[in-house]
């Protein structure tokens, strides 16, 4: 198991590697990512990581963004819920009109075709599918892939727009000790584990930024404008990225690869016309556009949080935006879907629901 681990870590580090030195945005998460893929499609055996690597990944990316949390980010990001509300709804109404389109050309049945399209997060959307009668495999292929797509797709768009040019990269601030290192991953561990105690979604990113920020706030732990060293957010991006690849199965897409042209249809479509939404708002609110793309763009909080915090966009709003969306989608989004489910139900087998 041993071998194993090393073999798939020491592959995604060698995408990284090669992404870094074609100057490739957000490199070591996305070589990690592309490596894993095409290794996984060309039939590579033996890829294995824990499914703590993507944790701890994900716990080293809460931290780095709780670092840079300020009473005047903070407002700033209250300050657009609204915005928020819109935006997520909006996203929802797009997802919903692929759903349908999914629905009546592919020939599935209504609630896998919602769940499958609805942007709330792959282990959430097949947990509720697997509650209501949805089909979980096509469910999974189509958040596997859609995640893949817009993870891939979004750091190369907001790089290559000429609005990237008037960002301001983030100041490097200075890195913390070796004792205070140790110190903030306790702090975002602790953080984490409250987090799934609680059910937050994505707990381990979430509660890690949330506890983070509080210390870095009202502490003198960390002193001011702290980061993480490189070395910690390279090997997080490569953990995630090697979890995110290793969710493809060979033999999965083999077996429904009607689904899986499908999956990859819906993930462009989505794309684009979400890039169309974030461009579109941005301009009515007067809000910096790769800021709502990355906002807006569905392909996970943790993802698009890094890469905003990589060009230099403002993370810790794109951060709020994202979890907006996720908790809708997850709270009021699947109590209708629920309710609708049962409804239904009882209108079909008004005499089961009786007994």
């Not at 993507?54 to 670092?67: A, E, H, K, Y």
């Not at 509660?207 to 210390?215: K, Y």
């Amino acid at each position: 198991m041993l071998l194993r681990l090393l073999y798939t870590l020491l592959l995604g580090a060698l995408g990284g590697l090669l992404f870094a030195v074609l100057h490739s945005p957000l490199p070591w998460l996305l070589g990690a990512l592309v490596t894993t893929v095409v290794c996984t499609f060309l039939g590579v055996r033996n890829l294995w990581i824990p499914k703590w690597f993507r944790q701890v990944g994900l716990m080293v990316i809460g931290i780095s963004l709780g670092l840079r949390m300020t009473p005047e980010i903070w407002d700033a990001m209250t300050g657009h819920i609204g915005l928020m509300l819109i935006a997520t709804i909006l996203t929802v109404a797009i997802s919903l009109g692929n759903a349908w389109i999914f629905h009546k050309v592919g020939k599935v049945d209504s609630i896998t075709a919602i769940l499958s399209n609805i942007p709330g997060g792959l282990s959430e959307m097949v947990t509720i599918g697997q509650s209501v009668g949805g089909n979980q495999q096509i469910i999974s292929i189509f958040h596997s892939i859609r995640a893949v797509i817009i993870v891939l797709c979004t750091p190369f768009i907001v790089t290559w727009l000429p609005h990237h040019d008037t960002l301001q990269t983030a100041a490097a601030g200075h890195v913390l000790q070796f004792g205070q290192t140790l110190m903030i991953l306790a702090v975002g561990a602790i953080g984490a584990w409250l987090a799934t105690r609680c059910s937050i979604p994505a707990p381990y990113l979430l509660g890690a930024l949330l506890l983070t920020a509080v210390i870095s706030m009202n502490t003198s732990l960390t002193g001011n404008n702290p980061v993480l060293t490189g070395f910690l957010v390279k090997a997080a991006q490569v953990f995630i990225g090697v979890s995110i690849g290793l969710g493809f199965k060979r033999e999965d897409i083999a077996r429904n690869r009607r689904f899986f042209l499908f999956g990859l249809m819906h993930s462009v479509l989505l794309f684009v016309m979400v890039i169309l939404l974030a461009v579109g708002t941005a301009y009515a609110t007067g809000t910096e556009v790769l800021t709502m793309i990355l906002a807006t763009a569905p392909g996970g909080i943790a993802e698009m949080s890094l890469t905003a915090l990589t060009i230099g966009a403002d993370p810790l709003l794109v951060t709020a935006f994202q979890l907006f969306r996720v908790l809708f989608v997850l709270t009021l989004f699947s109590f209708g879907v629920r309710t609708w489910v049962n409804r239904q139900r009882r209108f079909k087998h008004p005499q089961e629901t009786r007994a």
